[in-house]
């Protein structure tokens, strides 16, 4: 096994069990709660025999993919071993389906935790957030396994967090470059960030970007509160602003998919979806009482 930040090799080869990816994430239904903890028991058992006594690098690249071969390898190959001074280890949570995501991620010497079921984004994330709290990170970057963040950005999007500027920071395609071309997708960007600009008091112009860069420290005192199975990017914003977290943006280049079609759904059902998630988080957490945050900056 391979020191944090470094590669632990391909020959370890993925494991083969049975994995279920019967519907896609946007058109199944969510997870029954007790089936994510048997599924994440049995896969956090797995992952612990392949990487005994194993501790992460003080910065995590955190991949989600599901079914997404033909692309992740790309990225793989893209990601930095060193931000910012700090050495970077790359973390991919396969969220089950029936393809080679897997094996495509330990050939290219990704640190790799295989769901054995499709749960959805929302849990494989918080798989990635627990294991980062756990195995010593102290930053983590979650980008996508499609090809349309750029790892050459990492730096970027970590530095406002090594200056202590920022807990949480978000990419933004618009004050960056989008160079997609669904102008509905575009629309919903910009009324989202406004609502959700509006709800935490804030000026956010991308709150719905996947390109994150975020303090361990805060992770640990938010992640108990998540609970969506998908879209959970509005969710964990949501929370974190509530939770009187730093956030800040910076500018990035939104990328198409690298090959493939996006797993969100179409536009009208990802844009009523998120809305929920939106709406019922702030509900939630409006009513929601608790201790503040510890001190920003650990």
């Given at each position: 096994m391979s020191q944090p930040g470094g590669?632990?090799?391909g020959s370890t080869g993925a494991p083969r069990h049975p994995r279920n990816s019967a519907t896609?994430?946007?058109?199944?239904?969510?997870?029954?709660?007790?089936?994510a903890r048997r599924v994440i028991t049995?896969?956090?058992?797995?992952?612990?025999?392949?990487?005994?006594?194993?501790?992460?690098?003080?910065?995590?690249?955190?991949?989600?993919?599901?079914?997404?071969?033909a692309n992740i390898g790309a990225v793989l190959a893209a990601m930095p071993t060193e931000a910012c001074g700090l050495a970077v280890s790359t973390l991919v949570i396969v969220d089950g389906g029936s393809d080679h995501t897997d094996q495509v991620s330990l050939d290219a010497g990704a640190i790799t935790f295989v769901l054995s079921e499709n749960l959805g984004h929302g849990y494989a994330l918080r798989v990635g957030y627990a294991l980062c709290i756990e195995l010593g990170a102290?930053?983590?970057v979650t980008l996508d396994a499609d090809g349309q963040n750029d790892p050459a950005e990492i730096p970027t999007m970590l530095q406002?967090?090594?200056?202590?500027?920022?807990?949480?920071?978000?990419?933004?395609?618009?004050?960056?470059?989008?160079?997609?071309?669904?102008?509905?997708?575009?629309?919903?960007?910009?009324?989202?960030?406004?609502?959700?600009?509006?709800m935490g008091g804030t000026k956010l112009t991308d709150t719905s970007n996947g390109y994150r860069a975020l303090r361990v420290l805060m992770l640990d005192d938010v992640v108990h509160r998540l609970t969506q199975s998908q879209y959970q990017t509005a969710e964990l914003l949501i929370v974190c602003m509530k939770r009187g977290w730093r956030i800040a943006e910076r500018p990035t280049v939104w990328l198409p998919r690298s090959s493939g079609t996006t797993k969100?759904?179409?536009?009208?059902?990802?844009?009523?979806?998120?809305?929920r998630v939106v709406l019922s988080t702030w509900?939630?957490?409006?009513?929601?009482?608790?201790?503040p945050p510890l001190p920003s900056g650990g």
């Open positions: 590669s632990t090799g896609a994430p946007s058109a199944r239904t969510p997870t029954d709660p007790a089936t049995a896969s956090r058992l797995a992952f612990g025999e392949r990487y005994p006594d194993f501790k992460l690098s003080p910065v995590v690249g955190l991949i989600c993919a599901y079914e997404e071969e102290q930053y983590v406002p967090l090594i200056d202590d500027e920022a807990d949480f920071v978000v990419a933004s395609r618009r004050l960056g470059r989008d160079t997609t071309t669904d102008r509905f997708r575009k629309a919903g960007v910009v009324v989202f960030s406004w609502v959700m600009s509006a969100k759904g179409k536009n009208y059902l990802f844009g009523l979806r998120y809305g509900w939630r957490e409006r009513k929601a009482s608790g201790h």
